[in-house]
């Protein structure tokens, strides 16, 4: 393509299966650690490639707060990140806003979304494992969860390493509304970026005993395997993406998901999420869950529409 702009209306003419993904306003929640930084430029280049607004949101928690002089303090602290964030973002053209929030950090953030119509949020994970993040979760987990607009989530560690401009975008399917979901924005930063979209489906051998795995069972879910790469493949098509590889691969999903990000050079894995809540997902979590958590590369997450 000639082009790292999104398709017009009328470049994608008839094309229905094909959903415009436009990043008019991204937020970017920072504190001003290095992580938050990488996330920002990671903003910066989203932002720069759709002409969008990126929002610097600093929160300050009042459970952490004592008095009315520490409040005041720790709000102008955080209204300088807000505003060293933005300058240094306004250097290179990409338009900003800068606010300050009190309220819990994950409320406040998903609250800003909602009230200033972001359509992307792009925040930093630090990975955490253990059973502590099983307790207490992180405030990257959380939006990821309840948020109703797309998350991308960048690692903390070895965040000097960026992985953008994508060539190489990989889309988890198991054919679910909820993995359906994901199809849109991946295809549309394909094209934005001239990148290869990969559809993944990975067919669980741990869920069922060893005795099933032969005849209809298996013959049906691989046919279903196919069918779902199949219709990433023919959306990124009508969509004038350059490239599209699928793959069909047995093994436990979220490990097939981390192994073919290494083996194939991803930059940027875009899967769907069901927003689970509760107990479950303390003690189970779920393969979005488990690849946000452990990806060496961003993953933006799209939630399934309620």
Same mark, same amino acid.
């Given at each position: ?10 470049? $994608? ?27 920002? !430029?990671?903003?910066?280049?989203? &932002? ?9 949101? *600093?929160?300050?928690?009042?459970? &952490? ?20 964030? *933005? ?17 819990? +950090? ?31 979760? @992180? ?11 797309? $998350? ?19 889309? +988890?399917?198991?054919? @679910?509304?909820?993995?359906? &979901? ?18 993944? =489906? ?22 279903? &395997?196919?069918?779902?790469?199949? =219709? ?30 290494? !083996? ?21 979590? =779920? ?7 452990? =990806?060496?590369? +961003? ?8």
């Amino acid at each position: 393509m000639s082009s790292n702009q999104p398709p017009t209306l009328d470049e $994608v003419g008839d094309q229905t299966e094909y959903c415009l993904t436009m990043f008019d306003d991204i937020l970017v929640p920072t504190d001003g650690s290095p992580c938050a930084e990488v996330a920002a !430029e990671y903003a910066e280049d989203l &932002a720069t490639r759709y002409d969008a607004t990126v929002h610097a949101l *600093c929160v300050v928690d009042p459970r &952490a707060l004592e008095n009315a002089p520490q409040y005041d303090q720790l709000k102008e602290e955080r209204s300088e990140i807000a505003e060293r964030t *933005c300058a240094k973002l306004s250097m290179t053209g990409v338009k900003t806003k800068e606010a300050v929030h009190t309220d819990v +950090p994950h409320t406040a953030i998903l609250q800003y979304a909602k009230d200033q119509g972001i359509d992307l949020i792009v925040m930093g994970t630090h990975g955490r494992t253990g059973v502590e993040r099983y307790l207490l979760g @992180s405030v990257t987990e959380k939006v990821v969860r309840l948020s109703d607009v797309p $998350v991308l989530t960048v690692k903390a560690e070895g965040c000097g390493e960026v992985t953008y401009p994508y060539t190489d975008i990989l889309v +988890p399917t198991d054919g @679910s509304e909820g993995a359906e &979901a994901a199809v849109g924005p991946a295809v549309d930063i394909a094209h934005t970026y001239d990148a290869r979209v990969h559809a993944l =489906s990975v067919i669980d051998t741990m869920a069922m005993g060893v005795d099933v795995w032969s005849g209809a069972i298996l013959d049906a879910l691989e046919e279903s &395997a196919q069918s779902a790469v199949e =219709s990433i493949e023919e959306q990124a098509t009508e969509a004038s993406v350059s490239a599209v590889e699928t793959a069909i691969e047995h093994r436990n999903p979220y490990r097939g998901i981390l192994s073919y990000v290494e !083996e194939h050079d991803i930059d940027l894995v875009v899967m769907g999420t069901h927003g689970r809540s509760g107990i479950e997902r303390y003690l189970l979590g =779920s393969v979005t869950e488990k690849t946000v958590r452990t =990806s060496p590369v +961003p993953v933006m997450t799209v939630r399934q529409p309620t």
